[in-house]
């Protein structure tokens, strides 16, 4: 009895999960911020463009993605690179529906973050956003243009 006591109610706090430093960069109004509420059933009614760069912890049950959110608008891609450092992985965001200009322009950081020495050997994931949309190009569009060498 003691020991089925002791094996119920003196394991201790479970093992602490792994976490991973990921770096989320697309566009001004690709959804970075929207996703990364969802993420964490968070409210999504009010969100505003990021101005600068946040952090969110994303807990999974098997680990915990630390999530760096930077801004996509141009005063602030230039700065980009500063936060790489240290980073596990990528989430690229794009807008599935923008226009042409913008889905070009977005092929254009993208091909850029994944030739930076910092991110190029780190695994990317490539979220084509706002499938909900009537003008959302179907993710085979957006691996043809977005992934085609430039």
């Given at each position: 009895f003691d020991y089925c006591f002791r094996a119920l109610c003196c394991k201790g706090p479970p093992p602490p999960r792994p976490e991973y430093d990921v770096v989320c960069i697309g566009l001004t109004g690709s959804g970075k911020t929207s996703l990364l509420s969802r993420l964490c059933s968070?409210?999504?009614d009010n969100v505003v463009p990021t101005t600068g760069f946040s952090?969110?912890?994303v807990p999974f049950q098997n680990a915990i993605l630390n999530v760096?959110?930077?801004g996509g608008a141009d005063n602030i891609k230039k700065y980009w690179s500063r936060y790489y450092q240290g980073s596990q992985g990528v989430i690229f965001v794009l807008?599935?529906?923008s226009s042409e200009e913008d889905l070009e322009i977005a092929r254009n950081e993208l091909h850029s973050a994944l030739q930076?020495?910092?991110l190029c050997t780190l695994p990317f994931l490539?979220?084509?956003n706002h499938q909900d949309k009537p003008a959302a190009r179907s993710v085979q569009e957006v691996r043809c243009h977005c992934?085609?060498?430039i």
């Open positions: 968070e409210n999504t952090i969110k912890a760096k959110e930077l807008d599935s529906a930076h020495p910092q490539i979220l084509a992934l085609q060498p």
